[in-house]
């Protein structure tokens, strides 16, 4: 999503007038109302101090890690996480996420067979981002019929351990644009700068390190790992 240059303004720099508790998740998670002069919009806004404390991950982290997640996307160059930045709010420091607009009842399970490639593309990003909490509704479909991924907090462990509904694709090779896209980073992270930079800053050092070591493991195999014991929907 390509959003104009009032919208980057009304996310970056918006009055959050009003925030709405979602139901979902054990963080806190509000439907924020932004204003910017005569702008207006919604937003998903994830205070830090909302974060549920966690045994595997640093607390007060997620948000960072839902931001790197936005950055990881655009430095590929795919576009699949909504525009995220991290910023003040009601509740204290959290992500800004610009809310997509989409049927709720709406899951990976509903998906069409016309989603195969978006998936396989967010499936790859799984591997290299070590998403540990993959769940159905954190994939999104608008009114476009464009496929969205949201809610990256748990992920950039330093322990691979992936955790995700989408096995569709197990022992299928990736697709050599993706894998392209993967080697590219792999040496942007050689000698960090601009975006990579401000990615890395949000990880720890062995954190970085493994994110190193996953890239190297993607690129090597070449494929997706399977899950031995599990069958798997077809989308060929």
């Known amino acids: 999503m390509n959003l104009d240059q009032s919208t980057l303004d009304l996310i970056n720099n918006g009055e959050i007038v009003s925030c709405q508790l979602t139901p979902a998740g054990s963080n806190y998670t509000f439907l924020a109302q932004l204003q910017l002069g ?18 595997d991950f640093p607390s007060g982290t997620l948000y960072k890690r839902e931001y ?4 990881l996307c655009e430095i590929l160059g795919w576009d699949f996480i909504p525009y ?3 910023r003040d709010g009601p509740y204290g420091i959290g992500t800004v996420q610009h809310y997509v607009d989409h049927d709720p009842k709406q899951n990976y399970y509903s998906l069409s067979e016309d989603k195969s490639n978006e998936l396989r593309k967010i499936a790859c990003f799984d591997l290299v981002a070590n998403s540990t909490d993959r769940k159905p509704n954190h994939l999104l479909v608008d009114a ?4 969205w991924s949201i809610d990256h907090g748990l992920t950039f462990h330093s322990d691979t351990k992936i955790r995700t509904v989408i096995w569709d ?8 644009s993706h894998l392209n896209a993967v080697r590219n980073l792999a040496r942007q992270l050689e000698a960090p700068a ?5 990615l890395v800053d949000q990880l720890y050092p062995d954190e ?28 060929d």
Do not use: C, H, M
């Not at 476009?144 to 496929?147: G, H, I, P, R, V």
């Open 84 to 86: 995220t930045t991290i």
């Open 194 to 198: 601009g975006r990579v930079q401000e």
């Open 208 to 235: 970085v390190t493994a994110l190193q070591r996953r890239v190297e493991w993607v690129l090597d195999e070449g494929k997706y790992p399977g899950l031995p014991g599990r069958a798997r929907r077809r989308r």
């Open 68 to 71: 790197a997640a936005f950055l």
């Open 38 to 55: 005569d702008s207006q919009g919604l937003a998903i806004y994830k205070p830090r101090d909302g974060e549920s404390p966690l045994w």
């Open 169 to 176: 694709f197990g022992g299928k090779r990736i697709a050599k």
């Open 144 to 147: 476009a019929n464009k496929l």
